[in-house]
């Protein structure tokens, strides 16, 4: 886990694992709960059971859209004190 700031989670929605994309966002959210979370995923739809845990939407295969989407999320202050990217 980060230990400072976190500006955005992106994440897909198909994970492989114990842990589905709904507990992970759940836990982003205990964790982190002002970041916002964007799920890239191959599936045409956001599935309606994260939609209450996420921002947005990106589809793979659109890397301008998520660059667009990202853009759109500020950084923290701390993150642009230290000059991060």
């Known amino acids: 886990m980060p ?3 976190v500006d955005v989670v992106v994440m897909d929605y ?3 694992g114990q ?3 709904v507990q992970a966002a759940a836990g982003v959210k ?3 709960p002002n ?3 964007i799920v890239l995923s191959d599936m045409y739809d956001l599935p309606a059971d994260i939609a209450p845990y996420v921002q947005t939407f990106v589809r793979k295969g659109d890397p301008a859209k998520l660059v667009d989407t ?3 999320f500020p ?3 701390a993150a642009r004190s230290e000059g991060a990217a």
Do not use: F
């Open 75 to 77: 950084r923290s202050t």
């Open 35 to 37: 970041a916002p979370i």
């Open 3 to 5: 230990k400072g700031p």
């Open 70 to 72: 990202l853009a759109r």
């Open 30 to 32: 205990v964790r982190y």
């Open 14 to 16: 198909r994970l492989t």
């Open 19 to 21: 842990m589905t994309a």
